[in-house]
């Protein structure tokens, strides 16, 4: 287990670094005031109604980058800060967070995949550590013979959901931020200067799934290798 607790160190120092950077941009973007005055809220409801959603509400919820599309209760859930400040970090993350819900009006294709697995990857994701852990352990005391060896196959395709969960995620946080990007710049609700902001806080915020999908991916790789040089 000592390869696992290498991959795990490394991606732990990426994705330390990463979310790290990304506060660190939405901070600064957070003094990017709006030319146009309009807060978070504003810019959410004024681009639901642009795309001809009217079915979506926008609500504040608690905390910081908690921010989130509920297609469940039809709710763009914006953190309180994003919801009610008035500055270029604010608007990206409301516009991308629309963007998820225009996915949903429009039947995005990687947002369906993704909404139609989400129960079994919960599921997968609670017991794939666990079952991995049992079969490496009833393998490694030679409990009940090639039993252990079955145990871990399926530990393995249940983190294989997970990894493959992540890698759906992408396309789907990609495209809602391209969505929200060109909504601001064809609608005219912000300058060149706060576009850039706009970009730069969400091209950050996309890279915090991608170190999470990989990180995810070498784990799988490596349990592959483990179970291969076993059989």
């Known amino acids: ?105 429009t039947a995005y294709s990687w947002l369906k995949m993704r909404s139609a697995i989400v129960p079994a990857v919960g599921v997968a994701s609670k017991l794939s550590n666990f079952v991995i852990m049992a079969g490496l352990i009833m393998t490694a005391m030679n409990i009940m013979g090639a039993l252990g060896n079955v145990v871990f196959f399926i530990g393995i395709l249940l983190f294989a959901a997970t990894t493959a969960f992540a890698f759906i995620t992408l396309p789907v946080e990609y495209d809602a931020s391209n ?27 996309a890279r915090t799934y991608v170190v999470a999908a990989l990180g995810s991916l070498a784990t799988l790789l490596y349990f592959i290798s483990i179970f291969m040089g076993r059989r």
Not at 23 to 52: P, R
Not at 187 to 202: C, F, I, R, W, Y
């Open 179 to 205: 969505r929200a990007l060109a909504w601001l710049e064809s609608s005219n609700m912000v300058t060149p200067q706060e576009h850039d902001g706009a970009k730069d806080a969400l091209k950050w915020a």
């Open 1 to 105: 287990m000592f390869g696992y607790y290498i991959i795990a160190g490394i991606f732990f120092l990426v994705s330390w670094y990463v979310s790290n950077k990304l506060k660190s941009k939405f901070k600064e973007y957070s003094q990017v005031h709006l030319q146009n005055g309009m807060s978070g809220k504003e810019i959410a409801e004024k681009m639901l109604a642009d795309n001809g959603i009217t079915d979506v509400k926008v609500v504040s919820v608690a905390g910081k980058l908690t921010d989130h599309y509920n297609p469940a209760d039809k709710t763009v859930n914006l953190s309180e800060p994003v919801y009610m400040q008035r500055n270029a970090a604010a608007a990206a993350v409301a516009a991308h967070e629309c963007g998820h819900a225009v996915q949903h009006a």
